[in-house]
């Protein structure tokens, strides 16, 4: 439904060529009667909806200027606050909570400039997870292969994404929960700088890591909606050429298929660079998240868990409950290992202008064999799907994941595999160009449903 | 249940007691387990000799 990008539906709202309730009515359509094959969505907003969108109608007949994401249909994962509405975090134990009295920060700016939200969408309970498997509103099925997982935490957006329906939808993204489901379904994903966006009412699961960010199906879309999240236009970078460009060996190079192999190969080679830099202190890098996450989530939810822990997904709630458990020494020494990892990265970047290594070393496990395979060891997917996007959450820099492009010499079409463009703090301008560059020269994108 | 499994679902009991969270003997043996593997993160985090001036990273703006 959204041929040429959001800009072109947002140019021909405002330019009176199509309604924004026409959009958002189609969308809202199709979400209702064809969702039911992925599972992305938990409720439907039509009735705000369509009273927005009839709102942004009735200002471009006054002659408003009503924004550049005038009558864009998004999603919203289902931990951000929408007004009138009980934010779940996809549990039930918050159901008692009063409904919130705002829209989250975020939400905010995405609505002045002219974007509609449309539906809240499914996750893991609380963002613990990479799966998207939810003992409360189900499994989120993947679009390309719907007997494969979609990823998460924020299976529900990437999934949307993935069918076409939206052309955008918000994640958050605390050890990887953005760019994990991004590099499943074939969609693009920001995580941003750590701070840059708003996090007033977001539902916190590790509040050190946590962060938010768009997912879109093209890098100019989700360019601009980072550009209306942020307040802030994206410098233009033209000479993307001159870009210092290393790939990231030893922990990010292992049990890699293929056809990420020979993506990585195509980016490399059209920067010019054969650079590759194997990061120190990596895996300890990602225990450190993890023992983050585990000591907030555990503190947390504590108080609920002394209440109503039989309430929980049992997947969540175990996890939850070991991690309330750590001692405070553990979590100390995590955060100031923290420090040493962002001082080297920080070095790194003085010299480097993006690292590249891949999201996800393979494509979307089968959802009856929740495993991936690690160093030849069957492990959990739910733990272990963000083994090369967590210790990247550690450092706060800004991190593009991004679908490779099915290769010319494709037999039949493939299932998406994706990779992480890595910036310097606040340089998102850098991790955009680079993208659009690689987009356009075909390397990278992918086909979401409606346009395959 | 071997005398080890039963020594380690003991010590979440007694971890559990010490931050006042009632375990439901149901979820012992899954907390036993997640709490197994974080370990073997915090055994990782701990073999690292940090400098004493190398501080935590809380995120902090007064």
């Given amino acids: ?135 409360h509103y189900g499994t989120t099925l993947n679009p390309h292969d719907p007997t494969r997982l979609a990823g998460g935490s924020s299976g529900g957006s990437a999934a949307v994404v993935a069918t076409g329906i939206l052309p ?15 590099a499943l379904c074939g969609v693009w994903g920001l995580r941003p700088t750590q ?47 001159s870009f210092r460009v290393a790939r990231l060996g030893g922990w990010f190079a292992h049990d890699l298929p293929p056809a990420l192999l020979e993506g990585l190969d195509r980016i490399m080679a059209f920067f010019g660079s054969s650079h590759e830099i194997e990061l120190s202190g990596v895996e300890r890098a990602r225990s450190a998240a993890f023992v983050i996450s585990a000591s907030e989530g555990g503190n947390l939810h504590l108080p609920r868990l002394r209440k109503c822990p039989m309430d929980y997904d049992p997947a969540t709630r175990d996890r939850l409950m070991a991690g309330a458990l750590l001692p405070a020494a553990a979590f100390i020494q995590a955060q100031r290992l923290r420090n040493a990892f962002r001082n080297c990265l920080r070095e790194l970047f003085k010299t480097t202008d993006i690292l590249i290594a891949p999201t996800v070393a393979g494509v979307a496990p ?35 994941a991004a679908p490779l492009a099915p290769h010319p010499n494709d037999a039949e ?6 990779v992480q463009l890595i910036a310097a703090p606040g340089r998102e301008d850098v991790l955009f160009a680079a993208a659009r560059a690689l987009e356009q020269a075909g390397i990278l994108g992918y086909l979401t449903l409606a346009t395959s | 249940m071997s005398e080890t499994e039963q020594d380690q679902i003991t010590e979440v009991r007694l971890l559990a007691r010490q931050v006042n969270l009632p375990i439901p003997v149901a979820c012992l043996p899954g907390v036993q387990a997640n709490l197994a593997f974080l370990r073997t993160h915090v055994d990782l985090v701990e073999s690292v000799s940090l400098p004493d001036d190398c501080t935590p990273a809380y995120v902090f703006t007064p």
């Fill in chain 1, 168 to 182: 955008f939808a918000l994640g958050s993204d605390t050890n990887g929960s953005i760019r994990v489901p991004a």
């Fill in chain 1, 413 to 418: 079409p493939r299932l998406p595999v994706g």
């Fill in chain 1, 195 to 241: 701070g840059v966006l708003p996090l007033e009412g977001v539902y916190p699961f590790a509040s050190s890591l946590d962060t938010v960010g768009p997912l879109a199906a093209r890098a100019e879309d989700l360019r601009c909606v980072f550009e209306a999240m942020s307040g802030t236009p994206v410098a233009d970078i033209d000479d993307v050429m």
């Fill in chain 1, 1 to 135: 439904m959204m041929g040429g990008g959001l800009t072109a539906t947002a140019n021909r709202v405002r330019f009176g060529i199509q309604s924004a309730h026409e959009i958002v009515e189609t969308a809202l359509h199709e979400l209702e009667t064809r969702d039911h094959a992925w599972h992305c969505t938990t409720r439907l907003l039509s009735e705000r909806a369509l009273r927005m969108a009839d709102t942004v109608d009735a200002r471009i007949k006054d002659g408003d200027q009503v924004g550049p994401l005038a009558g864009v249909p998004f999603g919203v994962k289902a931990l951000f606050d929408l007004e009138g509405i009980t934010t779940t975090a996809g549990s039930v134990v918050l159901k008692g909570n009063p409904p919130a009295r705002r829209d989250a920060a975020v939400i905010q700016r995405l609505i002045a400039a002219g974007a509609i939200p449309v539906a809240t969408l499914n996750m893991d309970e609380f963002a613990y997870g990479f799966v998207t498997e939810n003992a």
């Fill in chain 1, 366 to 400: 089968r959802i009856n064999a929740s495993t991936i395979l690690v160093d030849g060891k069957s492990v959990p997917a739910r733990a272990n799907l963000g083994i090369l996007t967590q210790p990247l959450s550690l450092g706060g820099m800004p991190v593009l």
